[in-house]
């Protein structure tokens, strides 16, 4: 099994600034990507931002580019979400998910941590 851990959340006001971080942990694995997800009350989970593990590449939604930064401690298997210029429409639940096997989907999730961003 492969456990996520997330930490970082809080309260901000817009216009601030947020690390957020995931940690794995649990049996040996290579993560082929990890990614960031969000869901706000009311609201589908919508993809955040992504990481490949052995190229590096990024991606990120149109909502947050420019915005949101994800890199990755490979030796700690930790991948990192940088968000500034928070807005309020950022507040929502932050997940993590890992991609344990080449050519497969997120298979492992974490639990969250709550963003908020007030106005």
């Known amino acids: 099994q492969v456990q996520l851990v997330e930490s970082g959340g809080g309260l901000v006001q817009a216009g601030g600034s947020l690390r957020l971080s995931c940690a794995a942990s649990g049996r040996t694995f290579s993560p082929y990507a990890m990614g960031w997800f969000r869901q706000a009350p009311g609201k589908e989970r919508e993809f955040v931002a992504a990481?490949?593990?052995?190229?590096?590449?990024?991606s990120y939604a149109g909502s947050v580019k420019g915005r949101f930064t994800i890199s990755r401690d490979n030796a700690k298997r930790t991948v990192y979400l940088e968000m500034n210029s928070l807005k309020p429409e950022d507040t929502a639940v932050y997940c993590c998910?890992?991609?344990?096997?080449?050519?497969?989907?997120?298979?492992?999730w974490g639990q969250g941590t709550q963003v908020t961003v007030s106005s």
């Open positions: 998910a890992v991609v344990t096997t080449r050519g497969g989907s997120y298979d492992y």
């Open positions: 990481i490949s593990w052995s190229a590096n590449s990024t």
